[in-house]
């Protein structure tokens, strides 16, 4: 009997050993998309372009600087340079898992710098298709994740994983999420309605290697119903720069440092 | 004398004849299961027109929806109290479900951008993300709501009593199916909230599906009503059928062909059966004839030959006249209009076909013993029908010059009645005062802004954001203001008023600066800061990305189609008096209603007038005579004044179904005169009567074909008075009048007239 057992756990025991689970490959795509070394730079170029073709563009330099492990806490801070009547603009997020991030913006017209609410994780980003959430990330806590199947994407291995929000805060009932096995960056997200209907599609179009890290230089939101959406695109990135903690504070937003923002 | 020969054929060989019309008919019936129906009224205008092109543009620009459900909830306690709302999340978050509903901008309490300062705090979000339950909480929304403009008389109404839900739907969902698991939602919900449901899609489809569904119910009980006076007149069921049947294969025809070509049903051709009907009515003349020929003759087949020889000439040119009278219809420009008048011109045409050939036939199939009973009653003299004719055309003959001058008195105080008469259209108003569509329309117009929807685009050419600018801005405002103070404008907002909410909201709520600021880059800022965090359609539905137009968004509390057009031409006015760089163009569903319905109506009202002077040729060419033609047209013209005149007095308005019902009265009331007319002149130049005497003689024989056919028409007709939309009634009432009328000008009137005139009209005097 004894010997039985024995043979059973070792039958199975490299199977559990090996597997990974959904919550962790979410994790570690976590860390690899949003977390990527201590502090990371990028001139984004955003593009939103409308069901007939118009075009809004945002052009902004953006910091962040992490604290404590992937997952935890990060500070952003951001420098518009375009559309031109908002340059000088600023904006920094204070962003903490579990908790409403902290937010500030400073208007240059009025030279003031308010405080604004974040209730809403699921709202538009600067206008764009992507949702605060999408840029800064969800809570892994938030949802209950399943690997629905593993599939090549573009000649990646990938797993499929179905995230399920555990509480109706967002506007898709869920997301399906391509995750390349190698560098666990996003290849493809899909967003289902609540009338169970795909809406909405993230893909990441290039990934370039920047300080040894693999990072998503081009990336698209589409939104299917309304036929909006939206085209980002980092130019000058750059990982590990010592950005110093002072720079995330009111004084800064109103008088950004040069050599951070050009 | 070609066409006599077909009735001679049909007598001949009457089998063939009618296997061969209804192998015909079965022909064009295997076209009907590939029957389309498009109720739409938008698609009255093809989608090129300048309209249409226009409104797409518009909506693709400003991220707009064609078509908006509006959910209208009431609490007479009131909406803010913890029980409404969680009702309010609830039946939100389940429309949002359902398929066909652009769910990303439903705007209701849970999903509308609010914009508010707290504690130092710019918040912009949702109005409602958690439903209040203490006071505190509850105080606090109420506070919320009422405190930011941009909601007042949108999702909640100055007593706070009633607050919508504004559902758009995607492009091509139906408007009813839509509302009706709306209706299904609301009807889960318990408690003292009253529900209404209510917007353009709403009325539009429902009236669709209304319609077709009456089609199918009344054509058929307005012809068994017809059959079964058919069947009191003549007595024989199987010659009521035979009429039944011409109208019936003509019907089937002529839709048949429709199909056929690949047209879809419209609002307007699926009243063609009907048409159909009244004019397949017409036949009635040849069995009235046959009737009192055979009485006189005793022999089928002669009767049949006499009958057509009496009546051919003026059935020949009745049809003529009304398929030239719908005919002139293909020569307008809305597509409908002239499917309209082709499919009934081409089902007129049909009518007399079988009229000279499938009618004689079936003739030839009746027993001779049951016309021998059926004709009894077929005398001039003797009948009480045709006593009572002939007393009528006395009055008309011997007291010309009276009749004469009580109809030249009816005739001013038409014209005064006429000059009454108000254009317009209202779609929700083809519903009955108590329909459920048109209550819910009426609660919502009531306590909210309204529920039809126009637009008011600034454009301005210059290349540099110009809408940024703080005079646009306060242009766009301005605007606003003055519209507002039109009775049917309920509520306008714009991307000023978002501005000024921002501005207001950033130096801490203080009312003083609820104004647009002073400077581009302010509201570049503001507009920026708002669109970080709101959904992007609340900026994209007011101005486009290059700011170079701007989309103010007016509320209508009615769907006359007038109301758009007091709408254009305020902002008109206020261009005039403060000249800027915009240019100001309307837009919207409203937009399109007052065009497709001032397009439509003038179509068809530019057709009748075509077709009145067809007519007269066309009666020149028959009488061959200029007088004469003059003569038998005064009851039509007479018919259409009264009509009007009286429309005019009762306050109803001139709507499309009744300019296209003007048409109809065209083709009726010139067939009784022709038939009048031809067999007044054959009767002198037949016998040696003198004029009263044929006079008489005519009012009481072919007279009662007339007054058989209008009976016939009337009876069937007044069915229709019971319909639940309003232009079924107008319909019903309409031709009931009209074939009354036009049977009694033409008995009296045009008797006084020809005695009045005799020196005129006959060569070489009167006998």
């Not at chain 2, 489809?205 to 068994?224: C, H, S």
């Amino acid at each position: 009997m004894i010997r039985y057992l024995m043979f059973l756990v070792i039958v199975l025991l490299p199977v559990e050993a090996l597997a990974i689970s959904a919550e962790d490959v979410m994790k570690k795509s976590q860390a690899a998309f949003l977390y990527q070394g201590k502090d990371f730079k990028a001139r984004v170029i955003m593009k939103l372009i409308s069901k007939g073709g118009a075009e809004r563009i945002r052009e902004l330099t953006m910091l962040r600087k992490n604290y404590g492990e992937p997952g935890g806490d990060q500070k952003f801070f951001m420098y518009f340079f375009q559309p031109a009547d908002v340059k000088d603009m600023t904006f920094m997020v204070y962003k903490y898992p579990a908790k409403d991030d902290d937010r500030w913006l400073f208007v240059p017209a009025i030279n003031m710098v308010r405080r604004i609410a974040a209730q809403d994780k699921a709202s538009s980003f600067v206008g764009s298709d992507f949702t605060y959430e999408d840029v800064s990330g969800r809570d892994i806590h938030d949802d209950t994740h399943a690997i629905v199947k593993e599939e090549k994407l573009g000649g990646k291995d990938c797993y499929v994983i179905k995230s399920t929000p555990k509480a109706a805060d967002v506007d898709y009932s869920y997301k399906l999420s391509w995750i390349d096995k190698t560098n666990f960056l996003p290849s493809k997200e899909e967003y289902y309605d609540r009338k169970g209907e795909l809406y909405k599609i993230f893909s990441a179009d290039e990934i370039k290697n920047i300080k040894g890290f693999p990072t998503v230089t081009k990336r698209a939101m589409k939104n299917l119903q309304s036929g909006h959406r939206t085209e980002v695109a980092y130019i000058k990135s750059d990982y590990n720069i010592g950005i110093e903690d002072s720079l995330f504070s009111e004084r800064f937003l109103k008088q950004p440092p040069k050599k951070w923002v050009e | 004398m070609k066409k006599f020969s077909l009735v001679e054929f049909s007598v001949e060989h009457p089998k063939l004849v009618v296997i061969l019309s209804v192998i015909v008919t079965l022909l064009f019936m295997t076209q009907f299961p590939k029957m389309k129906t498009d109720t739409n009224p938008k698609h009255m205008l093809p989608a090129t027109s300048d309209v249409r092109v226009w409104n797409d543009e518009v909506d693709s620009t400003f991220g707009l929806y064609e078509d908006m459900i509006v959910v209208g909830i009431k609490n007479e306690n009131g909406v803010v109290n913890t029980e409404t709302l969680n009702k309010i999340k609830k039946i939100t978050d389940d429309i949002v479900r359902i398929k066909g509903v652009a769910s990303r901008d439903v705007n209701s309490f849970p999903t509308i951008t609010n914009v508010t300062a707290e504690a130092g705090t710019l918040k912009v979000a949702p109005l409602m993300t958690n439903i209040p339950k203490i006071d505190t909480e509850l105080k606090k929304f109420r506070k919320d709501l009422f405190d930011n403009p941009l909601f007042l008389n949108r999702i909640i109404s100055k007593d706070g009593k009633t607050t919508a839900i504004y559902v758009p739907l995607e492009k091509g969902a139906n408007g009813k199916e839509i509302a009706d698991k709306i209706r299904e939602i609301l009807k889960n919900e318990k408690g003292d909230e009253k529900y209404y449901v209510a917007g353009d899609p709403v009325a539009r489809d429902t009236f669709g599906a209304e319609m077709f569904k009456l089609m199918a119910v009344f054509a058929p009980i307005a012809g068994m009503v017809m059959l079964f006076v058919r069947y009191l007149m003549f007595k024989d069921l199987f010659l009521s059928v035979t009429l039944m049947m011409d109208a019936m294969m003509s019907i089937v025809w002529s839709m048949g062909l429709l199909i056929a070509l690949g047209f879809p049903i419209h609002i307007m051709s699926s009243m063609a059966p009907v048409f159909l009907m009244a004019i397949a009515t017409d036949s009635m003349h040849i069995f009235n004839e046959f009737y009192f020929c055979y009485k006189e003759k005793r022999n089928k087949k002669v009767a049949i030959i006499e009958t057509m020889h009496a009546v051919g000439r003026p059935v020949r040119y009745t049809a003529l006249a009304t398929a030239a009278g719908f005919g002139v219809l293909l020569f307008m420009s809305i597509i409908p209009v002239k499917v309209f008048g082709g499919l009934v011109a081409f089902g007129t045409v049909a009518l007399r076909i079988l009229s000279f050939s499938f009618i004689p036939a079936m003739f030839m199939f009746v027993k001779e013993s049951h016309l021998d009973r059926a004709s009894q009653g077929e005398d001039i003299t003797a009948g009480s029908g045709s006593k009572l004719l002939r007393t009528l055309a006395g009055a008309g003959t011997h007291k010309a010059g009276t009749t004469v001058v009580i109809g030249l008195i009816l005739f001013v105080i038409s014209i005064i009645g006429i000059s009454k008469i108000v254009v317009n259209n209202n779609l929700v108003e083809w519903f009955k005062k108590s329909n459920e569509v048109r209550v819910a329309d009426r609660e919502i117009n009531n306590a909210l802004g309204g529920t039809s929807l126009g637009y008011v685009v600034a454009i301005s050419e210059s290349n540099n954001e110009y809408i940024k600018t703080p005079e646009a801005m306060r242009y766009i405002e301005g605007i606003q203001r003055h519209l507002e103070k039109l009775p049917m404008v309920g509520k306008t907002f714009s991307v000023a008023d978002y501005v000024k909410r921002i501005n207001r909201v950033l130096h801490d709520d203080d009312p003083k600066y609820d104004t647009v600021p002073d400077t581009k880059e302010a509201v570049g800022q503001y507009l920026f800061l708002f669109s970080m965090s709101a959904k992007p359609s609340d900026l994209d539905n007011v101005v486009d990305p290059s700011f170079k137009k701007a989309n103010i968004w007016v509320q209508l509390k009615t769907w006359d189609a007038g109301a758009m057009k007091e709408v254009i031409k305020a902002a008109d006015e206020y261009k005039k008096q403060n000249p800027l760089p915009l240019k100001l163009k309307p837009a919207g569903i409203a937009y399109f209603n007052l065009v497709w319905n001032h397009e439509v109506l003038w179509d068809m009202v530019k057709g009748f007038v075509l077709a009145l002077v067809v007519v007269f040729v066309i009666l020149v060419f028959n009488f061959r005579s200029f007088k004469w033609a003059v003569v038998s047209y005064v009851p039509l013209i007479f018919t259409v004044l009264l009509i009007y005149g009286v429309i005019g007095f009762s306050g109803k308005r001139f709507d499309m179904p009744i300019s296209v019902l003007s048409c109809l009265s065209l083709g009726m009331a010139v067939d009784f005169a022709i038939h009048f007319v031809s067999r007044l002149k054959q009767r002198l130049g037949e016998s040696k009567d003198s004029l009263t005497d044929a006079l008489l003689w005519t009012a009481a024989r072919p007279g009662k074909g007339i007054m058989r056919n209008a009976v016939l028409f009337a009876a069937a007709f007044s069915v229709m008075m019971l319909a639940p939309l309003t232009p079924y009634i107008t319909v019903g009432a309409f031709i009931v009048s009209m074939m009354l009328l036009s049977a009694i000008m033409t008995i009296v009137y045009l008797p006084a007239l020809i005695v009045l005139m005799r020196g005129w009209l006959f060569k070489g005097g009167p006998r």
